[in-house]
């Protein structure tokens, strides 16, 4: 089990009382849970899509530790900007997606 980090921007009130139901709000929008295991962040990603609809500046990004990925950790979004972590020589940088993308 990895901590879990959601970060949520514009979205619908429904978001924020499901994620509060199962991670602590830290922050308006920023939701932590120290000991979330594989398949319960698959189900609260899950609901997060089927949920999302892609309307104005609404995103949401979580994020956990995953020691095969690119600077140990996962990311998963939804909405824009999209973004995407790259190693270039040891140094990690994010990557923001241009609209012609």
């Excluded at 830290?26 to 295991?37: D, E, F, H, S």
């Excluded at 956990?64 to 909405?79: I, N, T």
């Excluded at 999209?82 to 241009?98: A, I, N, Y």
Aim: net charge neutral; charged share 25%; with cysteine.
């Amino acid at each position: 089990m990895a901590m879990t980090i959601v970060v949520t921007r514009n979205v619908p009130a429904r978001f924020r009382g499901f994620l509060a139901s199962c991670m602590c709000e830290i922050a308006p929008g920023v939701y932590t849970a120290p000991r979330l295991n594989k398949a319960v962040r698959e189900r609260v990603w899950a609901v997060l899509e089927d949920w999302f609809r892609n309307d104005g500046d609404q995103s949401i990004v979580m994020t956990w530790r995953d020691p095969k990925q690119v600077g140990g950790q996962q990311v998963e979004m939804l909405g824009l900007p999209r973004h995407q972590l790259s190693d270039h020589d040891g140094v990690f940088l994010t990557r923001r997606s241009t609209s012609d993308e």
